[in-house]
């Protein structure tokens, strides 16, 4: 029996030299809208996409200096091919032909992989502060 009953996801945070940059990246790429943030010690802002799916971009601990993604992890994975066995969040998107041609023409470097019956397309890329994301055709079900 599980501990925790009726769990669910709350929010998914990243870290970021620049919060700013990066919300701006998600809005302009996925949709996401800017949401009402509780003041923090530190610069953060919240965003929402659809329903229930909350991101939390967090200003970067100069203290901790924990490594920002894969451009500044000690073992590096800064191509999208080996995202698929590393750490990603993935997106469902409704429209992904046109959302992966979307990414390839502001240059965004995409590995694209389908499973072996053809039936789910996968895309792997990185957000500009190299944390990994997949958009998918597999619809969660609801």
């Not at 590096?76 to 995202?83: D, Q, R, S």
Request: hydrophobic share 40%.
């Amino acid at each position: 029996m599980a501990a925790a009953k009726g769990a669910c996801l709350s929010h998914i945070s990243r870290e970021t030299s620049d919060i700013k940059r990066l919300a701006k990246f998600y809005i302009e790429t996925f949709g996401f809208k800017e949401v009402e943030t509780p003041k923090f010690e530190f610069g953060v802002i919240w965003l929402k996409l659809g329903l229930s799916l909350y991101l939390h971009l967090i200003e970067r601990d100069p203290i901790t200096m924990l490594p920002e993604g894969p451009w500044s992890a000690k073992s590096a994975v800064a191509e999208p091919k080996y995202l698929p066995r590393g750490h990603h969040v993935c997106l469902y998107v409704p429209n992904f032909d046109t959302f992966v041609q979307s990414l390839k023409d502001k240059g965004i470097p995409v590995h694209e992989t389908s499973q072996s019956d053809g039936k789910i397309k996968q895309a792997f890329f990185f957000d500009p502060d190299g944390n990994g994301l997949e958009v998918t055709t597999n619809a969660p079900a609801l």
